[in-house]
T-cell receptor
Framework: DTGVSQDPRHKITKRGQNVTFRCDPISEHNRLYWYRQTLGQGPEFLTYFQNEAQLEKSRLLSDRFSAERPKGSFSTLEIQRTEQGDSAMYLC??????????FGNGTRLTVT | QQPVQSPQAVILREGEDAVINCSSSKALYSVHWYRQKHGEAPVFLMILLKGGEQKGHDKISASFNEKKQQSSLYLTASQLSYSGTYFCGTGAKKWETSYDKVIFGPGTSLSVIP
């Protein structure tokens, strides 16, 4: 169990640029979640996958956000035309049906 | 819908006790408690699935009152290592697949000082 791995740890980008984050879940876990966390707030649900199927996407998520999990293993989260309001910590978590969510250390995005 | 937590913040001296409350205006199907230390990922503490259930390990325990749609986390004889932000979360489905999407509350910041 090597834990949930996220890459990169930090990303600084200019407004209007596209960014992509990667998450490698715990290998035995078939569920993968993306959350966003801003300072002083709890993790905010964005989307989640069971195997390669995206089961739910938050209504708060604009069309600029897209996530994929092509082979049911790692996942990517892409943000197009970034805005300053996108600055946050993006957390990935994984679980199985019988294990709780394990979080990665996150990717901190700063949009300048 | 996001659960509500109280208090927002608490400062304790080592050895003191604390209670963190979590409530929801909608039905609580399951309650998940996590702790996040500064700069680290949230870490799972425990899950409560049934009304009336109580769980605990070490000196941290929790209860779940399904009828009142409330849960409380109890920290007794607090240690410096208990410092962090505590989040409660609600599970999306009742009974089935306990570990599913979790909606988290805003958190309670706990600081334990010597």
């Amino acid at each position: 169990d090597t834990g949930v791995s996220q890459d990169p740890r930090h990303k600084i980008t200019k407004r209007g640029q596209n960014v992509t984050f990667r998450c490698d879940p715990i290998s035995e876990h078939n569920r993968l979640y993306w959350y966003r966390q801003t300072l002083g707030q709890g993790p905010e649900f964005l989307t989640y996958f069971q195997n390669e199927a995206q089961l739910e996407k938050s209504r708060l998520l604009s069309d600029r956000f897209s996530a994929e999990r092509p082979k049911g293993s790692f996942s990517t989260l892409e943000i197009q035309r970034t805005e300053q309001g996108d600055s946050a910590m993006y957390l990935c978590a994984s679980s199985s049906e019988f294990t709780p969510l394990h979080f990665g250390n996150g990717t901190r995005l700063t949009v300048t | 819908q996001q659960p509500v937590q109280s208090p927002q913040a608490v400062i304790l001296r080592e050895g003191e006790d604390a209670v963190i409350n979590c409530s929801s205006s909608k039905a609580l199907y399951s309650v998940h408690w996590y702790r996040q230390k500064h700069g680290e990922a949230p870490v799972f503490l425990m899950i409560l699935l049934k009304g009336g259930e109580q769980k605990g390990h070490d000196k941290i325990s929790a209860s779940f009152n399904e009828k009142k749609q409330q849960s409380s986390l109890y920290l007794t004889a607090s240690q410096l290592s208990y410092s962090g932000t505590y989040f409660c979360g609600t599970g999306a489905k009742k009974w089935e697949t306990s570990y599913d999407k979790v909606i988290f509350g805003p958190g309670t910041s706990l600081s334990v000082i010597p």
